[in-house]
């Protein structure tokens, strides 16, 4: 192992998250939208492409998930406001914060009930399609929705997917994927959550379990689905595909927004903050909300305290060359979502002069966070969501948030502000897992 301590010593940031304090960093890389765009390999219309394919599929995914029919067959989360929240908040932990705060509800997702229904179940559309194409499995301008028929279906059999998963994209991938007709095959490691296995098996997937950590599930996941042709793996860490499948949040954003008649633009900023493990979700959830509101959108992800795998990439733009574990942190935490020890180095890349800033947060104040929107609001998230509530409560009470605003020129705009805390997960954890939550507390 690399000694980092030289650079930890010299970065006064480093040495707080070094001893698990919570940090606010505001990232000195950050360029206007054009300026970050300039040399990146994605752009809007790869995101278009994506939401075409969505489209394509809709027909499908509604035969499947009937859930899905009020929408059309798109997979798309509600966006609502949490006016008792924002009071809490501004009662309870002395936030002073203005504007509008709404919540967008991904815990509530169809097919997965995580942030993961956008990226994982895209990125296993987009192979199918590709079978499809290959395999000429439909006419010119038949419906997607003939992959669900008999004759057709039993094609996918042939075929596996895999992936490795401590939870939530597990969940995804093995849905999404058994209920195509997929071989699935789900590598998890042994601190995977118990309920999510078995939910896993009810749909036929094979859930493998090993010994070690989340790296070694990958790393055996991989190597296995390689020995195989007819195996495709889906790789959380370099997929362009799942990042693109969260970007398609951009636009369906817009259009909710709009119908709220909530207006975003250089007079009314907004700010996103969005929990964050390894970086795609947010990563590509915040790409796609620069495409569109490019200036006037400030993003900031939110990392656990022993987990601050992105924002030490940032930081020390080593990216994904260092780990937490690397400057003495454990990378455990109740967030089992977070749990990450090195970032992506595409996502990181992509990132450093897009993102505004990330906070970071102590594992007890997930369950605190949890219960206050319980309270004010009757809406359950699980741990992992509710990191993002640490941007809200803690913004107001930095330097490094009033200088921000002063060299953004937001300090006036702050009244027609609108916050949003992305919501990434928690509507499929079950009934005694929540009780048992709410009476969690842990020791600060
Ligand atoms: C996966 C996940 C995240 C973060 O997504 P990454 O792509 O790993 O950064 C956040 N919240 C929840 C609930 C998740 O499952």
């Known amino acids: 192992m690399e000694n980092f301590n030289g650079i930890v010593e010299k970065n006064p940031i480093l040495r707080l998250m070094k001893q698990g304090e919570e940090v606010l960093w505001m990232n000195p890389q950050k360029t206007s939208f054009e300026e970050s765009m300039a040399d990146c390999e994605l752009g809007q219309k790869d995101v278009d492409e994506a939401e075409q394919r969505l489209l394509r599929f809709a027909p499908l995914i509604q035969k499947y998930f009937p859930e899905t029919k009020e929408q059309n067959g798109l997979i798309e989360s509600p966006l609502v406001e949490i006016d008792a929240m924002k009071q809490r908040i501004n009662e309870k932990y002395d936030s002073a914060l203005e504007g509008k705060l709404l919540l967008k509800e991904d815990s509530h997702l169809a097919i997965a009930g995580s942030v993961k229904a956008r990226g994982g179940i895209y990125e296993v559309l987009k192979h199918t399609e590709d079978l499809v194409m290959e395999h000429r499995l439909l006419k010119d301008g038949e419906s997607y929705a003939r992959l669900g028929e008999p004759d057709v279906k039993s094609f996918f059999n042939e075929y596996t997917v895999q992936v ?3 939870g939530n994209l597990g969940l995804s991938i093995g849905i999404i994927s058994a209920v195509l007709g997929y071989h699935v095959i789900v590598h998890m490691s042994a601190d995977a959550k118990q309920w999510k296995k078995d939910l896993l098996r009810n749909y036929g997937v094979d859930v493998r379990e090993y010994e070690g950590d989340y790296g070694e599930a990958v790393k055996r996941g991989r190597a296995l689905s390689d020995a195989d042709k007819n195996s495709y793996f889906v790789d959380d860490e370099n997929s362009r595909n799942l990042f693109l499948g969260y970007s398609v949040a951009g636009k ?24 964050c493990g390894v970086g795609g979700a947010p990563g590509g959830i915040s790409f796609g909300l620069k495409q569109i509101f490019k200036d006037s959108v400030h993003c900031f992800f939110v990392e656990p305290v022993q987990a601050p795998c992105m ?31 090195r970032p992506s180095a595409f996502v990181g890349d992509i990132m450093k002069t897009m993102l505004s800033g990330e906070m970071t947060v102590q594992d007890y104040r997930l369950y605190d966070y949890m219960r206050d929107l319980l309270e004010t609001e009757e809406i359950f998230l699980e741990p992992s969501a509710c990191a993002a509530f640490q941007g809200p409560v803690c913004v107001n009470r930095r330097e490094e948030w009033k200088d921000y605003l002063a060299k953004n020129g937001l300090e006036t705009k702050m009244k027609n502000a609108v916050h949003i805390v992305w919501a990434t997960g928690g509507s499929l954890v079950p009934e005694e897992i929540r009780e048992e939550y709410t009476h969690t507390n842990i020791i600060k």
């Open 311 to 341: 924002l030490l990439g940032l930081a020390t733009g080593l990216n994904h060359q260092i780990s937490v574990q690397d400057i003495g942190l454990s990378g455990k935490t109740q967030a089992d979502g977070l749990a990450v020890g």
């Open 252 to 275: 369906r954003l817009q259009k909710q927004l709009a119908k709220m008649q909530i207006k975003v633009d250089e007079e009314h900023p907004l700010f996103v903050y969005i929990p």
């Open 164 to 166: 490795g998963s401590t």
